[in-house]
């Protein structure tokens, strides 16, 4: 269907629309008008994603004169894939109504891991790896020699892409990454240079937060993205956790060990460096003298990132002279590893922030600040100039020089804790020195100034006014949506004891309980055997979980479960979750049904969706609390109390339950769909904290649901599913539409009717 | 038939009990014979398969691969065979041999001239078509009494057919066994007393240890039987079991760095981990999480915030004897969900081990050849995107059910709900009608005389007692109502008896073949349709007078409830001879009318 917001012409790839999708464009339409950012709560399973795309890219071919470009950032690779897929859908639709015009170039970008199809390479072990894989054979210095040499070894892939050079692009169209990876295949050119390369010229960029937020990789857009961008941020409930993990630090003595390695390894070639070519020692000298800004005369393919949280100056300013030389810059870095080696020799926990860290390095070991803001930089310069091309091995003295340059960064919003030991287990010793990042405004702040319009949105992003006050900036939209059911779909429910009416709790006093343990046992059990497909439990960390799980297999509850349905579970591999979640969608496909056991805060609970047949009912066991005596987290609650005025208790409430409500919004996907929620611990029947769940969830939490046990919920999920099962009226008759069709939205903007939300 | 002869070793018996004749056994499509090894033995036989009934057979998994054919005049005749797979294939040939005769045997004699076939059909169909026959009783009667009857060709039979000829194409797999959902408890049986712990282990859980743990299946097949015997090696498996349950990694290592056997049960297992690895790039992309690891730049080593998560701290030298009971979790449902993908006996744990090897050999060369599997992916992702309230509906994959017998099928389904609604009260039970007036007149007397004797009781009767019966009418009332009004087969049919409720249903389902036939020849186009219809309406015709005949067979009582069950029989047969009267008519009319126009 095509429908008309104010000036704008929408293409909207179905024949229908809910009323919620429909005032979501017009509230981002106008905040791309005023060219500002803008903050969107809209709950899960109203189709966020596909509005935002139809909205936007009806936007560019409206205003032919204006191309803006979209980033679209998503926390997860398999989320990536599923957004483009809707593009897809939706980019084929456009094309059907206006023709070719409405072609446009859209692809997702992701590390060499993901899109390297260089058989060798790929099957390195992780992504580092695979870097450093792949540069060995691309490197511009390997394949130098390699002419001369034809017994060193060369990708293809990459010299046929270099071969073709400006010849090499992408047709326009839609590109996932399995695509990008088969075209290359079938090209024969690489699909992560090309990836790289199609970034500038693409219409729609989809890939990570990462690639925006974190300084370590942002550089890759910080030449090729104009200001003219609208970038999204999706599932952006998480967006201040993980700006504040980009800049975060930690170091252990297995670091400060390697990095002496490396930093040997280094001299070592500096000496070696000197006896053959000194040439190019000199050469980098007199580059640095000229500022970091010229390292675009190194050749492209080697680019390392450049790092824009840093201030723009760093970038034209010269390189201090004491670090300019190899060898001065290297025994700059052997002091440091030594001091920071003796700070780890602490007895007892220090806690300081940055300006008395530095001022104590430049006492001690006479390192200045300006000094260390420039170390990341300075080593990657000289790590090129030295042809490293094994930088997996090296990963440890680059972690020191990040902690080197943002300590001579910021002089505020970090703190520096030093713990001996692990508070849990005082007799083993392990010291590690982190640098925590409290403000997380700090990362994304660059993001705010560079781009015109910054979309903020996610199905929870309830309380909304504290994220503009946790990434300090002003949108000129900000608006949370409602829900409009057709049905009752959602059937959240409190339940607070077992069916011996005993109170169940993840509290801590009474987390190991074995009576609690066996209450949420039954309860999983009496839910096994009535709902059908797919049940998925979440629990508040992976040691509860391992310890549940196993009291479970003990007392004979989990062979009754797997009488009704199949056990899977998350673990600490990553791909035997993957694996797992894999198995349990077949199970579900195939209706032999499932349970899978999952961790809130872990990696499924981030970004995989449980919808329709996936998940009928998800059980969220207990509220996911951070750990309250983790001093990082104390640090960061201090900050927030003395910098925002946020209390300690709330951020943690709301921390824990956007958490939980991020776990049990998954079940929903469309109005067709329909799950039930059970959060299984006392404390949710108190107001302070089931007040701080999303609007649209609590807005299904009937009072007489508030307080139930085992046996009522079971009643009530018996009745819930009976209900759910009987075909319904799709489009609403019953006063309130919840499914618009071209006629309806036409009479509504001419004023007939009246949109209520 | 695709092979004309089976020749398998077996044992000849006069009983179970008998330790047998060691022999060889024939079996030709017409007939078996068993010839004894020793040839003096005197115990030869040649029977032919026209006086066989039936076979019967153990169960897969009992001590003895035991066949057993009976003989239409009573006697029979037991082979035990060596393995569960000769038996199968010789259980499969005898009773495809037997199908031939019951079926097809009987009604040779009778017509010398069998049905003709204008196309040759290929032995796969033929076989297709036998073992339909074979699987579903009521297509057999049928089939027997229209195409051996002359009524309808064979193909005609069959062109109706056609999706159950489809669906039952020997091409598709077979429906597979599925495994049960149970670990392997490792919860060691103690007296108590001593320290001796015992565990317990079947056929069936062998195979599951050998689907979910590739190393020890591997391991299996290099030790037994040279390094060690099949005792001493589930001993060893079982010691590691135990060792895994108390959690002590650390004794765990040390049990391990001296028996290098054991060892292997205690490690990881590297194949799982190679084969995690394989699988992981068919995974869907939408789950996989693996794949983030790629754009992850936070949680490197020592990047990002501490976890807070208390971490296990182990040495390096024990890490390889590790193991969650999670992973142990994840691999049984994987398999279970997987199903039984071997078909061997599981008696022999060599056997299936070297089966399960197999299959895993042959799923990695699959892997290599399957190119159109990303592409199939892809079509789910973009199926999956897209919102389905907000578009039509699309027809959703469905897998048909194996029903083998619908009709037992349906009947058992309706007995389940009877039962259901039976629960509710006392309503559903059978009425009996079978008091004679002599014993309903005594039982009244003697009511009489009680009350005779006693008076009448205040409340005449316990209101309890008066409520239960008001309810128990009722209830009787409507669901008799709701009975009769579904002509279950509970009501009418069952009251029926037994002799008449066949033939009745026989005649049900053969006027409807008959009537499908005969309407879907019309219009009369050719010659050969003509012919057909017309013998379609002589063996309609057939069927008023015996329908008419059950009508008068049955008892009073019972003629108005099966008149009503025959009158839309009639009904349909009346309206398919007045289509054939009128069109007769029309046709002579028209042909009058044309010979008028023409002369």
């Known amino acids: ?757 | 038939m695709s092979d004309k002869h089976v020749i398998k070793r077996a044992k000849y018996k006069s009983s179970t009990k008998d330790p047998g004749v060691p022999g060889v056994l024939k079996l030709s499509i017409e007939r078996f014979i068993f010839m004894p090894n020793d040839q003096k033995s005197g115990v030869k036989l040649n029977v032919e398969f026209k006086i066989v009934k039936g076979h019967k057979f153990t169960k897969e998994g009992s001590k003895q691969a035991l066949l057993n054919l009976t003989q239409e005049q009573g006697g029979n005749y037991i082979f035990e065979f060596d393995s569960f797979t000769d038996r199968d294939v010789c259980r499969e040939f005898v009773a495809r041999a037997i199908a031939f005769y019951t079926e097809g045997g009987k009604a040779v004699p009778e017509r010398t001239a069998p049905p003709v076939t204008n196309e040759q059909l290929s032995s796969i169909e033929t076989e297709c078509r036998i073992k339909l026959l074979q699987e579903n009783s009521e297509l057999q009667t049928l089939h027997k009494q229209f195409v051996f009857g002359g009524i309808l060709t064979d193909d005609e039979f069959w062109a109706t057919r056609k999706k159950l000829l489809d669906q039952n194409d020997s091409r598709r797999p077979k429906q597979r066994l599925a495994l049960k959902n149970e670990m392997w408890s490792v919860k060691p049986l103690s007296d108590g007393q001593s320290n001796r712990v015992t565990f317990n282990l079947t056929p069936e859980l062998i195979h599951q240890i050998f689907a979910e743990k590739p190393a020890v299946r591997q391991a299996y097949l290099k030790f037994v039987p040279h390094k060690m015997t099949d005792m001493e090696f589930w001993t060893k498996y079982s010691r590691a079991q135990y060792l895994h349950s108390t959690r002590n990694v650390v004794a765990a290592a040390a049990e391990a760095a001296e028996d290098e056997e054991l060892a292997v049960f205690l490690k990881r297992d590297d194949m799982l981990a190679n084969e995690a690895r394989r699988k992981i790039r068919r995974v869907d992309p939408t789950v996989d999480i693996e794949a983030d690891e790629g754009d992850d730049y936070t949680h490197l080593p020592d990047h990002g915030l501490v976890r807070d998560e208390a971490k296990d701290v182990l040495d390096s030298q024990y890490e390889p004897y590790r193991r969650s009971f999670s992973q142990d979790l994840n691999q049984h449902s994987a398999v279970v969900l997987q199903g039984r993908v071997v078909d061997v006996g599981l008696s022999d744990p060599r056997g299936v081990a070297e089966a399960l090897t197999r299959k895993k050999q042959a799923e990695l060369s699959d892997d290599k050849l399957n190119t159109n599997f990303e592409k199939e992916l892809s079509n789910r992702i973009s199926r999956s995107a897209e919102l389905e309230d907000l578009r039509g509906p699309r027809d959703p994959a469905v897998a048909p059910l194996s029903i083998k017998d619908p009709k037992d099928y349906f009947d058992s389904q309706q007995a389940n709900a009877l039962k259901a609604l039976g629960d509710t009260g006392s309503a559903a039970k059978p009425l009996i009608s079978s008091a004679s007036a002599g014993q309903a007149y005594d039982s009244l007397r003697n009511v009489i005389i009680d009350i005779n004797e006693m008076g009448l009781t205040e409340p005449i009767m316990n209101q309890e007692v008066s409520l239960k019966v008001l309810n128990g009418l009722t209830q009787s009332i409507s669901s008799t109502k709701f009975h009769l009004g579904n002509s279950s087969n509970d009501s009418i049919l069952d009251m029926l008896p037994k002799v008449t409720k066949e033939e009745l249903l026989h005649h049900w389902t053969s006027v409807q073949e008959l009537l499908k036939h005969f309407w879907s020849s019309y219009p009369l186009t050719t010659k050969y349709l003509y012919n057909k219809v017309t013998r379609l309406k002589d063996a309609m015709s057939q069927v008023y007078p015996k329908l008419q005949e059950i009508k008068e067979s049955v008892q009073s009582d019972f003629r108005h409830q099966v008149s009503l069950l025959v009158h839309p029989m009639l009904q349909a047969l009346d309206a398919a001879f007045a289509h054939y009267d009128a069109d007769v008519q029309r046709r002579s009319a028209k042909s009058g009318e044309k010979r008028n126009g023409f002369m």
């Open chain 1, 1 to 757: 269907m095509k429908f008309q917001i104010e000036d704008v012409t929408v293409y909207f790839p179905y024949d229908n629309i809910y009323p919620e999708q429909y005032s979501y464009m017009l509230e981002l339409k106008r905040a791309l008008d005023a060219k500002g950012h803008c903050l969107l709560e809209m709950p899960t399973g109203t189709g966020k994603t596909i509005a935002l795309l139809s909205l936007i890219t009806s936007y560019v071919l409206a205003k032919p004169s204006n191309p803006v470009k979209l980033l679209y950032c998503t926390r997860t690779v398999h989320e990536m894939e599923k957004t483009l897929a809707e593009l897809r859908f939706l980019h084929g639709y456009q094309v059907k109504e206006l023709g070719p015009s409405a072609g446009i170039l859209a692809l997702g970008l992701s590390s060499r891991k993901n899109l390297c199809v260089n058989p060798r390479v790929v099957s390195a072990e992780n992504r580092d790896s695979v870097d450093a894989a792949c540069r060995k054979l691309t490197a511009s210095w390997v394949r130098a020699v390699a002419i001369e040499n034809p017994d060193i070894p060369k990708c293809d892939f990459f010299e046929s892409y270099e071969k073709a050079a400006s010849d090499a692009v992408l047709p326009p169209g839609v590109y996932t990454l399995q695509d990008l990876r088969a075209f290359g295949k079938q090209k024969g050119w690489c699909p992560y240079f090309l990836a790289r390369r199609m970034v500038q010229f693409a219409n729609v960029v989809v890939y990570s937060y990462q690639y925006l937020l974190d300084p370590k990789v942002a550089g890759i857009i910080s030449k090729e993205m104009q200001r003219e961008t609208v970038v999204v941020f999706d599932e952006a409930h998480n967006i201040d956790n993980v700006c504040i993990e980009a800049l975060s630090v930690n170091v252990r003595t297995q670091t400060l060990d390697g990095a002496s390695r490396n930093l040997s390894r280094m001299s070592q070639e500096i000496e070696r460096l000197k006896a053959t070519d000194a040439g190019r020692l000199r050469a980098e000298y007199n580059r640095l003298v000229d500022g970091l800004a010229q390292r675009g005369d190194l050749l492209s393919g080697d680019t390392w990132l450049a790092n824009p949280a840093l201030p723009d100056d760093i970038l034209k300013e010269a390189v201090p002279g004491n670090i300019r030389r190899a060898e001065h810059f290297l025994s700059v870095l052997r002091r440091f590893v030594q001091y920071l080696k003796g700070r780890l020799q602490t007895e007892s926990v220090e806690k300081e922030g940055p300006v008395t860290f530095v001022a104590s390095i430049n006492s001690q070991v006479g390192i200045d600040q300006k000094m260390l803001k420039f170390c990341y930089d300075r080593l990657h310069s000289l790590m090129l100039t030295l042809e490293i091309t094994d930088t997996d091995e090296f990963l440890h003295i680059q972690t020191i020089c990040d902690l080197a340059t943002l300590v001579g960064t910021y002089t505020r919003g970090f703190s520096i804790i030093i713990e001996p030991f692990d508070e849990r287990m005082p007799h083993i010793p392990d010291p590690v020195l982190q640098l925590c990042c409290h403000d997380a405004s700090l990362a994304i702040k660059p993001v705010f100034e560079r781009f015109q319009s910054v979309v903020i949105t996610s199905g929870t992003l309830s309380p909304i006014d504290v994220y503009p006050r946790l990434l300090n900036f002003n949108p000129v939209v900000s608006r949370s949506f409602t829900i409009s059911l057709t049905r009752d779909c959602i059937c959240p429910m409190v339940l607070t004891r077992g069916s011996d009416q005993l109170p169940v709790s993840t509290k801590y006093d009474l987390r190991s309980d074995p009576g609690v343990e066996k209450n949420y046992g039954k309860l999983l059990l009496e839910m096994a055997s009535v709902v059908p497909d797919g049940i998925v439990c979440f629990f508040v960390s992976y040691s509860y979980m391992d310890g549940i799980v196993n009291s479970w297999h003990e007392s004979g509850i989990l062979k009754e479960i797997m009488k009704h349905k199949l056990v899977f579970i998350e673990t600490h591999d990553v791909v035997e979750t993957t694996l797992a979640l894999d198995n349990y969608r077949r199970a579900c496909d195939s209706g032999r049904g499932a349970v899978f056991f999952s961790v809130a805060r872990g990696k499924v609970a981030e970004g995989i969706d449980f919808d329709r047949h996936y998940g009928r009912l998800v059980i969220m066991f207990g509220i996911p609390f951070q750990y309250t005596l983790s001093r990082i987290l104390l640090a960061r609650l201090e900050y927030l109390r003395e910098t925002f005025q946020i209390k300690e208790g709330d951020f943690l409430t709301f921390d824990a339950l956007r958490q939980a409500a991020q776990c049990v919004g998954r079940v929903i996907r469309s109005k067709a769909d329909y799950g039930m929620m059970i959060f299984a611990d006392k404390r949710y029947s108190r107001h302070d904290k089931r007040s701080k769940l999303p609007s649209w969830i609590l807005s299904h939490l009937r009072d007489a649901h508030m307080n139930l046990s085992t046996d009522m919920a079971v009643h009530i999920a018996r009745e819930f599913l009976r209900k759910m099962a009987q075909p319904y009226d799709k489009s609403g008759a019953m006063g309130k539409r919840t499914l618009l069709s071209q006629e309806d939205l036409e009479k509504m903007v001419n004023g007939v009717e009246e949109m209520v939300f």
